[in-house]
T-cell receptor, first 113, second 112 residues
Framework: GAGVSQTPSNKVTEKGKYVELRCDPI?????LYWYRQSLGQGPEFLIY????????DSGLPNDRFFAVRPEGSVSTLKIQRTERGDSAVYLC???????????FGPGTRLTVL | GEDVEQSLFLSVREGDSSVINCTYT??????LYWYKQEPGAGLQLLTY?????DMKQDQRLTVLLNKKDKHLSLRIADTQTGDSAIYFC????????????FGGGTRLMVKP
C-alpha cells in the first residue's frame, strides 16, 4: 500500500516568508508526527497528533511554528517569518496508534535564503 | 534530558560483519529502534526491540540490548555494499513512549 507522502519535496523561500509543508499519512493511521532533521544530525521531534488534536507539541522550537490536522488525516506544518536557521529536512511519520511503530515519509527539504 | 549517542563512522569490507553501537539515557524507554537512511531518502525502519528483551534476530540483523548499561547494538552479518547508509538508533520516550529521540547517526561505508 501507499506509504507516507510529503509535499513539496523541496521548498526554497526567502527569509521572513511564510511556508506550509504537507503530510499525507498512511491510510487508517491515527497518529501523526513531525520531526526536523538538520544537516549531519538525527531527526528531532516537533509535534505529535492523535486524531485531530496535538497530543504533544513540546518539540516546536517557538511560536513561529504551528501544525494542524483538522480532519485527522492530512497534516500541515506552518512556519511564519522563516529564518535561515529553519533550513532543514522536515520529516513526517505516522503510526496505526500512538504507541505503534512509526513509518516515515521522504521529507521536505526546506531552504531559507 | 534524553540523550542518544552513536559513533559517527564505521568502515567494513564486503562480507564482514558490522557492529553499530548506541547508548541511551532514558531507562523508561519501552522500545528501541534502528532506522536506515540512504542518501536523499527517508528513514526506513530496520528493526526494533522491546525493552524486556536481550536479543532479537531478524535475518542478517541481530540487535543486542544491555538495559543495565543502556547500550544497544546492531550487528549486520555478511555486510553488502547496499548496506552503505546512515544508521540511527532511537528510543521511544515521552508519556506514551511515542516520541522518538534519535542519535546522531552512524555512517556505514562498505568497501568492495
Amino acid at each position: 500500500g501507499a506509504g507516507v507522502s510529503q509535499t513539496p519535496s523541496n521548498k526554497v523561500t526567502e527569509k521572513g516568508k511564510y511556508v506550509e509543508l504537507r503530510c499525507d499519512p498512511i491510510s487508517g493511521h491515527t497518529a501523526l508526527y513531525w520531526y526536523r532533521q538538520s544537516l549531519g544530525q538525527g531527526p528531532e521531534f516537533l509535534i505529535y497528533f492523535q486524531g485531530t488534536g496535538a497530543a504533544d507539541d513540546s518539540g516546536l522550537p517557538n511560536d513561529r511554528f504551528f501544525a494542524v490536522r483538522p480532519e485527522g488525516s492530512v497534516s500541515t506544518l506552518k512556519i511564519q517569518r522563516t529564518e535561515r536557521g529553519d533550513s532543514a529536512v522536515y520529516l513526517c511519520a505516522s503510526s496505526l496508534i500512538g504507541t505503534d511503530t512509526q513509518y516515515f515519509g521522504p521529507g521536505t527539504r526546506l531552504t531559507v535564503l | 534530558g534524553e540523550d542518544v549517542e552513536q559513533s559517527l563512522f564505521l568502515s567494513v569490507r564486503e562480507g564482514d560483519s558490522s557492529v553499530i553501537n548506541c547508548t541511551y539515557t532514558d531507562s523508561s524507554s519501552t522500545y528501541l529502534y534502528w532506522y536506515k537512511q540512504e542518501p536523499g531518502a527517508g528513514l526506513q525502519l530496520l528493526t526494533y526491540i522491546f525493552s524486556n528483551m536481550d536479543m532479537k534476530q531478524d535475518q542478517r540483523l541481530t540487535v543486542l540490548l544491555n538495559k543495565k548499561d543502556k547500550h544497544l547494538s546492531l550487528r549486520i552479518a555478511d555486510t553488502q555494499t547496499g548496506d552503505s547508509a546512515i544508521y540511527f538508533c532511537a528510543e521511544g520516550t515521552g508519556n506514551a513512549g511515542n516520541m522518538l529521540t534519535f542519535g546522531g547517526g552512524t555512517r556505514l561505508m562498505v568497501k568492495p
